[in-house]
Every structure is written in C-alpha cells, then in structure tokens.
C-alpha cells in the first residue's frame, strides 16, 4: 500500500462519524471507505467521504480523532491528486470533505476551500460537500459555498449548555449559530447539519425544539441524526450508546416536520413524560391519537397525517374522488395506498355525504 493509500484509508475511517446519508446511521459500525447515494438524476453514485486531516487541536469528549497526536493529513494538492485518479478511474463520483481542526480553524478552512478549487479547476464536476469547521471566516464560508454543491456546519447539540457537556472548547452560539447564519445566508437551501444524539444527554424534547428553531431561522435542507457511540479512551467511553432506533425516530420525525407539515406541537404530544419519543414510528403514534378521517372530506393536510399516505397518495386521493367517491378499502387501491397501512384511520362517507358538506 502507498503512502497515499495508507493516509486514505486512515482518514475514510476516521470521517464516518460525520454523516452525510440517512442511511448511514444503520452502517455506522463499519469502517466504509466510502458510502453509495442516489443521485437526483437516478440510481446509485459512490461518494468517498474522509478528513483531509486526522489530528485536531480540540477535545471533544464524544470524538476519536481527539485522541490522534500523530500528525496525518494530505495538502490540497496531493489530496486533488489522489481523488482525481479515483475519479478518473470511475472509482469514485462525489466527494465528501470535512477534517480534524490540525493547527488553527482559518488554515485548515483554507485548506478545505483550496482542496475544492483545485478540483474544479482540474476538471471535476462531480458532487461536492464541504464542512464548515466551528469558528470559521465569513469569507471561508462564501468560497466554500461558490465551490461546493453543499456545505454544513455541526451543531452537535441542542444548546449551549449540552454542547458545553460535550465540546466545551466550542462556543455555541459564536463559532456554532453565528456560522450557520452565514452558511445559509451564502448557501440558501443547500445546507445541513448534524446531531449526535444522546451524547449530552438531551431529551427528545430538547430536540424538537432545536429544530423547530432551526427550521424557523436557517432552514438547513437536511439534519442529520448520529446515535452516539463510545468510544474507548475518550472521556464518554462508559456513556451509555444511544439505540440505533432513536436516531431512526429522528429521520421519521424530522420528514414529517420537512414534508409533511405536521407541527412541533403535534409531535410534542407524542413524547412521554420524560420528554423522549417511544420506539414506535411518530406517525402511528400520531394517528392512533386521532379520530379516523373521511378519506371523501378530508383535506390534503389531514390525509397526510394518515400512516400510508404520502403526498403523492394524498395528491391522487383529492384528484380520484372528484371523479368517483371513495367506497371502501378496494378502492383505496385506485390511489395506489395499501389499505392495511392506512385503512384503520379511514372512514368512507358516500357522495351525498360529499355533496352535503361542499354545499355547507
Ligand atoms: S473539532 Fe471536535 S469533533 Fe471535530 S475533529 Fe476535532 S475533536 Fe473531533
């Protein structure tokens, strides 16, 4: 193995806690040099994912690469050179960036900005996404977001208190929110942001509400959830590990918030009196609170609230029964929604029932 190959392989394993897929958080546990994704366009891409350095000058409790003194990491230059010969060989079709804070947050952010204009200067037009390290320079940022196709900032954790349990070299709301004001600002509806949850030990309701403010105020187009893992040597090596099912939970709810429209006040009431979500699918536990609909009379919004239906399925139901009222399971069918999911929240009122209510 090369050089090269050798600090590749190091700083792939070393960047797999820093999600960038959903899908991920299932696969946490194994050291993947890269990870697949759908591209819009259709099918599946590779997308190598790595810190272009693997030492960091911070300390925080929940992170291996605090524990790494020997200095590991490829200039700009070398790493365009490495990952253009991947590209070239059809081994690799997007990449994702992010590094340990080596010296001090503006060079390495340099170094994160340079990395990216090296390569599309040198051709590559492929997917980009660059970490915004904690504490960096607005005009970092702007660069960053000229570049790259997505760029994120962590939060972490939910408040200055929680990240201060965690990360305590970090300020929360001068490197953390200040930055992701601007992050937004240069990269409205191209950014993200990640948790790790359980690490300080945060409720669910906590949670939601750090959403319901990041939804509010910076919009990210995806949040990304990590269940905390220990690890050994750090100073949270005998935390508790989250279960894999909550971070799960946080992928459902957070659709629902994004897609669906429901309401942090609706999810808060499917918390239980300690502020957590229990290890049910947020949507089931939602309908079940809810008296069934008249799939004949219901408003988009109210179907959408219904467990097998989706905005596509709710869309065809409002077209369909313009046509024809909504008789009965079998006709749930017609709208391409399987009956067993949704049926036992649906009532069928027959067309007087329609008629009767549109003319009120
Ligand atoms: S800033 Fe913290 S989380 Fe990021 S690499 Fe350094 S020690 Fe790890």
Redesign the pocket.
């Known amino acids: 193995m090369s050089v090269a190959e050798q600090k590749l392989a190091y700083l792939t394993a070393?960047g797999r806690?820093?999600l960038c897929s959903p899908g991920e958080c299932l696969r946490l546990l194994s050291a993947a040099s890269y990870i697949t994704y759908s591209r819009r366009t259709g099918g599946c891409g590779r997308m190598l994912k790595m810190?272009l350095h693997g030492t960091?000058?911070?300390?925080?409790a929940?992170?291996?690469?605090?524990l790494q003194r020997e200095r590991v990491g490829f200039s700009p230059g070398e790493f365009a050179d490495t990952f253009l010969d991947l590209w070239r060989e059809g081994l690799v079709g997007g990449l994702f960036l992010?590094?340990?804070?080596a010296r001090d947050v503006d060079c390495v952010m340099h170094d994160i900005v340079e990395t990216g204009e090296i390569l599309r200067r040198r051709g590559y037009d492929g997917y980009l996404h660059l970490k915004v390290?904690?504490g960096a320079a607005r005009a970092d940022i702007h660069d960053a977001a000229r570049v790259a196709n997505r760029i994120s900032i962590?939060l972490?954790a939910t408040s200055p208190d929680r990240l201060g349990r965690i990360?305590g070299?970090?300020d929360y709301r001068q490197d953390i929110l200040k930055r992701q004001a601007w992050v937004a600002e240069e990269k409205p509806g191209g950014h993200t942001t990640q948790l790790v949850v359980g690490a300080a030990d945060e409720t669910d309701a906590e949670i939601l509400s750090c959403l319901a403010d990041q939804y509010r105020r910076v919009r990210p187009s995806r949040v990304y959830f990590s269940a905390f893992r220990a690890l050994p040597g750090t100073p949270l090596a005998s935390h508790p590990d989250t279960p894999t099912w909550r971070a799960m939970r946080w992928y459902q709810a957070d659709y629902l918030l994004r897609e669906y429209g429901v309401t942090a006040d609706e999810l808060r009431a499917v918390l239980d009196e300690e502020g957590f979500f229990p290890d049910r699918d947020p949507k089931v536990v939602l309908a079940d609170g809810r008296m069934a609909v008249n799939v004949n009379l219901a408003s988009h919004s109210d179907l959408l609230r219904v467990p097998g239906i989706g905005p596509k399925g709710a869309d065809r139901i409002l077209s369909l029964r313009r046509e024809r009222p909504f008789t009965g399971l079998a006709d749930l069918a017609r709208a391409g929604i399987r009956g067993k999911a949704a049926g036992r929240y649906l009532v069928f009122g027959g067309r007087e029932t329609v008629q009767t209510k549109l003319v009120l």
């Open positions: 070393a806690f820093d810190l960091c000058s911070y300390d925080c929940y992170c291996s690469v605090r992010s590094s340990g804070i390290l904690p962590n972490e990360a070299v970090k």
